[in-house]
């Protein structure tokens, strides 16, 4: 019903920069609070930023300064701009958004929350 799909990782030197970004697509009715997760190895799923339908916004302290998500609401979009990339921010992204979804068999809406496939950033030289 909704896919996410998540492109822009890659190798990149420490001090470097990248940007993703995570398109939403399907059936979509309307697209609310998005987010960018990484889970690094070994470790646990942490949230990273996250973007409301409106302006704002919540970057992870080990990330303020570094990193900021944005997003383009007709395009159902959100971005994760990269700079000053460390070794310890290497993980796979994933995208994360709360999606309404519409059902043309019942004429009805229904709420989810999506997850994309992630992509790989590695940072090292």
């Avoid at 070994?42 to 990330?63: F, P």
């Avoid at 383009?72 to 959100?78: G, L, R, S, V, Y």
Wanted: glycine share 12%.
């Amino acid at each position: 019903q909704v896919q996410l799909v998540e492109s822009g990782g890659g190798l990149v030197q420490p001090g470097g920069s990248l940007r993703l970004s995570c398109v939403a697509s399907g059936n979509i009715f309307s697209v609310n609070g998005m987010g960018w997760y990484r889970q690094a190895p070994g470790k646990e799923r942490e949230l990273v930023a996250q973007i409301t339908n409106g302006v704002g916004t919540y970057h992870a302290d080990s990330v303020k300064g570094r990193f900021t998500i944005s997003r383009d609401n007709p395009k159902n979009t959100i971005y994760l701009q990269m700079s000053s990339l460390k070794p310890e921010d290497t993980a796979v992204y994933y995208c994360n958004a709360d999606v309404a979804v519409e059902d043309s068999a019942t004429d009805s809406v229904e709420y989810l929350n999506a997850w994309g496939q992630g992509t790989l950033v590695t940072v090292s030289t």
